[in-house]
């Protein structure tokens, strides 16, 4: 190596001693006599000092990259923001590798550029430390959930990524083939199918960290690209794949983040649903959502009747709810087409409220019961004949006072499973599928799928943290006859069947295992251990929100030779409509 | 999980333990009063002893997936063969999870099925002990890698797969843009751009275990899509490099076959060329070159003048080397546009062979104290103007007779850095260039790119093991006035210069660290673990000659509807000609 040591690891310990280090110039301070420069490499920073000759001789500059050699020496004043900053070194000897451009914007966390001029540069934006911390967080995560799969007896196994397009789901990016003209492969949106056929290869357990594609229209925490840890076992139950997804995510918490994530709570979708209004919910607040129609099922106020009512109560909260929150509550609930929410208020030991003079007083006294309501509180309460919806709304609603209220402790994690979700829902009347027709009914409910398929619920169980979703997964099916009737269900004819999973519903019928597995978003991870939200923060070459990476004008024209031997040729819209 | 134990762990010291195994009927013994059934998973064969009973009462056949309950027990007759040999279960319960049709091949490691109908069915062919056994000597190998490679501070960074197409090299795939109309990404042939961005993003040490794509006519050991294990680091010499890559093998080729590796031989190229006749040269065997044009400097033998003379002995192979290879050596010679060999052979203490009436008797004594030769000896000799040409030719020879005479040691591994190769070379009086622009050129060596460039020799590097090219990569250029002089060299203008290498030309400009790096392919590597010449058999699901996937059916034809939005269409090739 050209150095003896990097620019992150040096202490008062090392002082004496000769040491070369390499980096670039990420700071000049010329005080006249001395010239005071910091060197920064992927480890950290360490203060140089040089004669201002030295400075001059050899014209140094920001994002110069040097090797210099000098004497480990003490600083006059200690730094103590910099793990390096007890000391620095004495310059006796300096090589620049390769001078520098002006870089087009500051090359520290604050900086002022847009994010296409970054993109553009990228190059030069991930020099800044947060990138590169974030890079570092990101291999990390990986490589902690790696090491607990194979200590654990999975084996990573690479399926293909040019394979059949199907036309279900997401839009695929396809790939014309040169060598079968008029043809094309897809690339993978999951590696679900090859993942299932691999535990009826017998491959008992496996992992992928798996790159997958999906050429959807971009929101910001979409990318047309993006990472999956894709997991699935053979001859398990339900409990063995959430000890593994729980083992795996205590174990990356506390390799990147030192955390000690606590057991994972467990809560059904409907439990979900009915108490926080979300199928992800945030645990680290209260605010939960109560069940009223109990209370109200008599009521005599016209609005009350034939709906469900629910609500929650803002602790401590009813001198803060004004009239301005209240008017964008009603605007957020009108997106789920609900009523403007009723607020009851508790102040000065007075209800008050619009509401109140509908209600009876064994009403408001079951309510302020329900709610133990206390001086100060205020109950947000809504109402609609469809209780998801309403759920939904309220849930919502839920977050908005959670942050109104500050009360999400950002340094808090609160893991959690959601299971038992439904299989089938009903839309106009028609039976709609509401999940991947290979997720495996739960035993006692596989009944309901000739009796009420929408009550049937399955062996499905997704991860959140924080009211972010961070894997979800499912046991599959391995009973021909049960996957039989789900195809029925769905009113799927032979020919269709075959069309649209062909080579795997054959596969099926060589002895199938009971498996299961699941799959992990890294970027979404990734983006929880560093503290971003924007998914670009934590991919190296990231693509912007137009599918389009700056810096390397992709995608762009090509010849129309080389389109020509793959058989195909761009159409110009206007003239093609 | 629905296990206690897995197929291949039960011992003598397990008897009368009470086990649930999980696997499919591999083989059935039916005795009359007892049946026998192999059980099989990933992990090994269990035997399981059951009643005729049993046998009858759940149809057990072949790859059908159970689950059985029942005592180990001693074996009466324990098979040494089976490292679960000394026992068996007696089954006490069944649990049949799935029913299996007839396997249209035999599920062994011998089995009678073409490769197209064992790929048509991969999920059965993968059953097959062999290639479970391959896939986890290839997840063995990769991880191996990953684990040397943190240990020493790379960080994997994933870079993208979605980039611009350049008109350099092999065929890229491409993919087109349904958010921008007529263009197109393509699917990276290498990551080689992008860890040298990283370089230059001060990302310090990168690994990838990256997929790559060439859309290339396939030979028997190239895929549409490959695996490469990718590194690349700051601030080095040649020789950290290669310390880096010698210490990664030597650990896989622990981790994995459990052989200590030697440090590796380090030849020159030219030394390659000249001694094996081979760039990847096999140094298991000796059968060294020799050049003999000092010998012949003063030949009368016409054939011999202004041609170089170069030839091999090989020891106690005069009576074997019949009429019949002498006319088979001719033909493998004739690829290489050679005279055929002229033979030398010592038999019962005389020479023989047609050259011996044209030379002198000085020249057949120095030949014979060249060689060294004795008794039952033979030379095989050649000349050719084109010394290079000539050193190919008889290279290939070699390794024909190595094979041959049987000097090839399967279980013996003889790893070489191959180094100092040339940058540019000479055809027809052009200048060629010999290795990608990037590659640096010795510092001694500099101003030969000035003189004479066909002089200058690189710091690249190449690993060999037994023959077989494993890895190959270089320092790069981080000198702007170097890189201007070679792409001068190569007669690029500023135009071409920016279309061809565009940002990443820019991205040099802003202090470019000293930096290198490698490519491991990891199919040929777990090829040579798994003892296999088939890449198809070290991958899970690998396409066909045709680049075609028999058991997905991919690449296949998809709606017009979905190239309509992608903004492109399939032409008809006849009539489009």
Redesign the interface.
């Known amino acids: ?3 003896t040591k990097n620019c992150g690891e040096l202490r008062k310990e090392n002082v004496g001693e000769t040491v070369a280090l ?4 990420s700071k000049v301070r010329n005080l006249g006599a001395l010239v005071f420069i910091d060197l ?4 950290g920073v360490t203060q140089l000092s040089l004669t201002p000759e030295m400075y001059e001789k050899y014209h140094l500059r920001s ?3 040097l ?1 210099v050699e000098g004497e480990v020496i003490l600083r006059s004043s200690p730094n103590k923001e910099m793990d390096t900053g007890e000391i620095e070194i004495d310059v006796k000897d300096i090589n620049v ?5 002006n ?1 087009p914007f500051i090359i520290a966390d604050k900086t002022d550029a847009l994010e296409d001029t970054r993109l553009k ?7 800044r430390p947060i990138l ?1 911390k974030n ?2 967080i ?2 990390k995560t ?2 902690s959930m ?1 090491e607990y799969l ?1 200590e654990n007896g999975f ?11 199907t ?1 279900e789901g997401a ?17 993978p949106q999951s590696p679900q199918i ?1 993942k299932q ?2 535990m ?6 496996y992992y992928q960290v798996a ?1 997958c ?1 999906r ?1 959807e ?1 971009l929101r910001a925490d979409r990318q ?2 993006f ?1 999956q840890i894709d997991v699935e076992m ?4 339900r409990e ?1 794949v959430l000890l593994v997804i729980q083992g795996m995510l205590k174990k990356a918490f506390k390799d990147v983040l030192n955390v000690d994530l606590k057991d994972f709570a467990r809560l059904t979708y409907a439990e979900c649903i009915s108490k926080y209004g979300s199928d992800k919910p945030d645990l680290r607040y209260t605010l939960y959502l109560h069940d009223l129609d109990e209370i109200f099922k008599n009521s005599t106020f016209a609005l009350f009747n034939n709906v469900h009512i629910k609500g929650f109560k803002v602790d401590g909260y009813a001198e803060h709810c004004s009239r301005k929150m209240q008017d964008e509550d009603a605007r957020l609930l009108s997106d789920y087409h609900l009523h403007a929410p009723l607020y009851i208020k508790k102040l000065n030991g007075e209800l008050t409220g619009s509401v109140i003079k509908n209600l009876s007083q064994e009403e408001i006294d079951s309510l302020v019961k329900e709610f133990e309501l206390k001086d100060n509180d205020v109950l947000v309460l809504d109402f609609n004949s469809d209780y998801e919806n309403l759920s939904l709304g309220l849930g919502a609603l839920r977050k908005t006072y959670a942050s109104r209220a500050n009360l999400i402790d950002e340094n808090v994690y609160e893991p959690l499973f959601v299971l038992d979700w439904p299989i089938f829902g009903r839309e106009n009347g028609e039976i709609v599928s509401l999940s991947n027709p290979f997720t495996r009914p739960k035993d006692e409910h596989v009944k309901y799928l000739y009796e009420d398929p929408t009550k049937a619920l399955s062996y499905a169980y997704d991860t959140v943290i924080n009211g972010i979703e961070l894997s979800s997964g499912s046991l599959r099916i ?3 006859k049960v996957q039989e009737r789900i195809f029925e269900l769905l009113n799927l004819s032979e020919e269709e069947i075959k069309a649209k999973f ?2 795997f519903v ?2 099926l ?6 498996h299961g597995g699941f799959a992990f978003g890294l970027d979404r991870l990734v983006m929880i251990f560093a503290h971003t939200d924007n998914i670009r923060e934590v ?5 912007n929100l ?4 700056p ?9 129309d030779s ?12 206007e003239k ?1 409509e």
């Open positions: 190596m050209l150095r390499c980096g670039w110039v920064r490499d992927r480890y994002e110069y990259c090797r590798f390769s001078s520098s451009a870089p540069m990228r190059y030069l934006d991930l020099r590169q890079l570092q990101r291999a990986v490589s790696r194979e084996l990573e196994i690479e399926t293909p990524t040019l394979i059949k397009s036309p839009r695929d990016y396809l790939v014309p083939s040169r060598l079968k003209p008029g043809t094309f492969y897809a690339l090859y056929l691999l009826i290869a017998g491959m008992d357990k790159r594609y050429d229209d047309p690209e990472t053979s001859f398990v139950e063995d391995y009973d021909a062909g080579f054959d596969a019928k060589y002895g199938t295992p009971p991919i190296a070459f990231p693509k137009q599918a389009a990476c810096m390397a004008q992709a995608p762009s024209k090509v010849d080389a389109l020509k031997i793959l058989h195909i040729k761009t159409v110009d819209e093609d």
